[in-house]
């Protein structure tokens, strides 16, 4: 989906990876789709990827720095490979991994004893100085196992408002 945002083209895209039991021709079919897609949007417009990669990329960002922030959860899998190496290619960032959350509102899924994050909002390098928090919102279960993933950006608008004046009432001439 398009939007354009105070003048700006907003690609963005809700994405889903085929999940573990998969075949691996499935995946990198996917992989290779996503890459695809973000390499034909031009680089003045903005994109937000948003959705399950079924992907544990890990707490720390270890050879992924420009892709991972280092505030993860958890331990890599084989899929991790997969989405931080198609990251590094596509100049894209992962917004879950750069802010400082509590462990419990790193978890997008949690089962049982299971707990894990594989949601996550993805943008361009150059546009992460948009974003001023991704964040789990607690409590709003979108399904019974997953939560709600969200991120605040900032929306600069061309024109400064001024702030209407008003005029001070002098309390103390009431009287006349």
Known sequence: MKLIINGKIWNIVSAYAPQQGCRDEEKEEFREKLEEYIESIARTELILIAGGM????GESGNGYE?????MGFGRRNVESGR???MAEAAEITILNTWFKKRQSYLITYKSGQN??????ILVRREDKRLVMDCKLIPGEPVMTQQRLLVADFRMKSGRKRR???????KVWELKK
Do not use: S, W
Request: negative net charge.
């Open 54 to 57: 079924n992907a544990h990329i």
């Open 115 to 120: 707990e894990t994050q594989v949601d996550y």
């Open 163 to 169: 702030k209407e004046e008003r005029k001070k009432i």
């Open 83 to 85: 989405l931080l190496e």
């Open 66 to 70: 420009g892709v991972h922030g280092g």
